[in-house]
């Protein structure tokens, strides 16, 4: 155990690293955690407590001016409404159905790989109505949902804010970084009492994804818009690749 512990710490902080800026990291995370025995709750589960140190790059994405607060704490709300009947689809499917569910949800991630053009190298200027308010929040209710069931929702969130509110892509991981806080205390508050989390290994995701969270937040704005729009159609190329061939 204390081998597989150290192996996740690793993996998590190198996982962290890009995910905290594109998202991701659950398409990679979930499957390690299932690899090594974790039953699907509980690798869901354990994978969302990692997911907590998350909250942490809040900080420093607001010391860098890219969280947008009013918007992103509004989508939030949502967010975390989804994630209480995504976590409570966790708590009542059987194995057998949550890994089929697992796989449609990361072989949905493909029409990401959509992205062109300049979008998300600047903030474009798109007119907030009630209209699109409503709109937002019923996708961000939606991948709430998935987001609680599962965990990779980061990169959709990243849609959201990329096409529908025309963030750039450096506004866009520091603000949705709010809609997925708002989800692991959803998440969290339901997993915890059913006794889902392995803590060893939840600990030490914990630990190292602060660590890695921590550091591609710092660096984000030396990276800029368009080397992190790179990444994140790698991310997203590479988890298809995965997805179809293996």
């Known amino acids: 155990m204390t081998i597989e512990i150290l192996i996740v710490f690793f993996v998590t902080l190198l996982v962290r690293l890009w995910s905290t800026l594109v998202g991701g990291g659950g398409s990679i995370m979930i499957p390690m955690l299932l690899f090594m025995g974790l039953p699907p709750a509980a690798a869901i589960a354990t994978n969302r407590f990692s997911g907590a140190s998350n909250m942490l790059t809040i900080i420093k994405f607001n010391q860098l001016g890219l969280v947008k607060w009013k918007l992103g704490l509004f989508l939030a709300i949502f967010s ?15 194995n057998a159905i949550m890994e089929k569910g697992i796989g449609v949800i990361l072989i949905l991630s493909v029409p990401m790989l959509l992205l062109k053009g300049k979008l998300g190298l600047e903030e474009r200027n798109v007119k907030i109505t009630k209209l699109r308010n409503a709109g937002g929040a019923v996708m961000m209710t939606i991948l709430g949902a998935i987001g609680g069931f599962f965990s990779s929702t980061g990169v959709w969130f990243s849609y959201v804010f990329l096409y529908y509110y025309g963030l750039s892509f450096l506004q866009t991981a520091g603000t949705r970084k709010l809609s997925g ?43 800029g818009n368009k080397w992190i729009r790179n990444i994140f159609a790698v991310v997203v190329l590479g988890s298809a690749l995965r997805i179809l061939l293996f």
């Open 80 to 94: 975390g409404l989804g994630a209480g009947i995504g976590s409570f689809f966790v708590l009542t499917l059987d």
């Open 181 to 223: 806080a708002a989800i692991v205390l959803v998440s969290l508050s339901m997993f915890i009492p059913a006794g889902l989390v392995v803590w060893p290994i939840a600990l030490s995701m914990f630990v190292g994804g602060g660590i890695g969270g921590w550091i591609g937040a710092k660096y984000s704005k030396q990276l």
